[in-house]
């Protein structure tokens, strides 16, 4: 007499196991995604700002401060081996306040003078250049230092009034005064 019996168990543990694999592998392979980490995915959209900065130098790159992380996205890295430190308001500022804004540079940086742009919520811009002293803290205020970034020659008469404020995110980028590259990125908020 021939039993059948073991045999469907056998095949019944191999279906079994086969399509437990075939749907481990699947998962494994639609969850892996597009394969790179968050820091990975970070370091590659950085790198292309600093491409797209280092081929069109002067141009300020897309990126936006984020105040509940303190970090501006995609994030804006010195190409060069010198560690900035920023330092801006960390609460909002009341409209008509001035913003105190810092940069400090090591004393061995090359850098001796730089460009500080502030990209308000509205998309207007505005900028002043600031002299380093290498090793020590270099501070501007916004808005009265600073001279609207216009395509006309006459700056704006709202930059320095409180008229020429804007509630809401301001986005601070540290540049080479010389070559144009951005530096760092920084911002703080208003109202």
Same mark, same amino acid.
């Given at each position: 007499?021939?039993?059948?019996?073991?045999?469907?168990?056998?095949?019944?543990?191999?279906?079994?196991l086969?399509?437990?694999?075939?749907?481990?592998?699947?998962?494994?392979?639609c969850?892996?995604g597009?394969?790179?980490?968050p820091?990975?995915?970070?370091?590659?959209?950085?790198?292309?700002?600093?491409?797209?900065?280092?081929?069109?130098?002067?141009?300020?790159?897309?990126?936006?401060?984020?105040?509940? !992380?303190?970090?501006?996205?995609?994030?804006?890295?010195?190409?060069?081996?010198?560690?900035?430190?920023?330092?801006?308001?960390?609460?909002?500022?009341?409209?008509?306040?001035?913003?105190?804004?810092?940069?400090?540079a090591?004393?061995?940086?090359?850098? !001796?003078?730089?460009?500080?742009?502030?990209?308000?919520?509205?998309?207007?811009?505005?900028?002043?250049?600031?002299?380093?002293?290498?090793?020590?803290?270099?501070h501007?205020?916004?808005?009265?230092?600073?001279?609207?970034?216009?395509?006309?020659?006459?700056?704006?008469?709202?930059?320095?009034?409180?008229?020429?404020?804007?509630?809401?995110?301001?986005?601070?980028?540290?540049?080479?005064?010389?070559?144009?590259?951005?530096?760092?990125?920084?911002?703080f908020?208003?109202?």
């Amino acid at each position: 007499m021939l039993t059948t019996t073991p045999l469907r168990a056998a095949l019944r543990r191999a279906a079994a196991l086969l399509t437990t694999t075939a749907a481990a592998t699947s998962a494994v392979a639609c969850g892996a995604g597009h394969g790179h980490t968050p820091e990975e995915l970070d370091a590659m959209i950085a790198d292309r700002v600093r491409d797209s900065a280092s081929s069109e130098p002067s141009a300020l790159p897309d990126t936006v401060f984020d105040p509940d !992380t303190y970090m501006c996205s995609p994030a804006v890295d010195s190409p060069t081996t010198d560690t900035w430190r920023t330092e801006t308001p960390r609460s909002a500022v009341s409209p008509g306040a001035p913003a105190r804004l810092g940069v400090l540079a090591g004393e061995d940086t090359e850098v !001796t003078r730089v460009t500080v742009a502030v990209l308000s919520p509205d998309g207007s811009s505005s900028s002043a250049d600031v002299v380093l002293s290498p090793g020590a803290w270099s501070h501007v205020d916004y808005p009265e230092d600073f001279t609207a970034t216009a395509t006309t020659d006459e700056p704006d008469p709202a930059i320095g009034s409180e008229e020429g404020r804007t509630d809401g995110v301001h986005t601070v980028i540290w540049s080479d005064g010389d070559s144009g590259t951005p530096l760092t990125c920084d911002g703080f908020s208003v109202g």
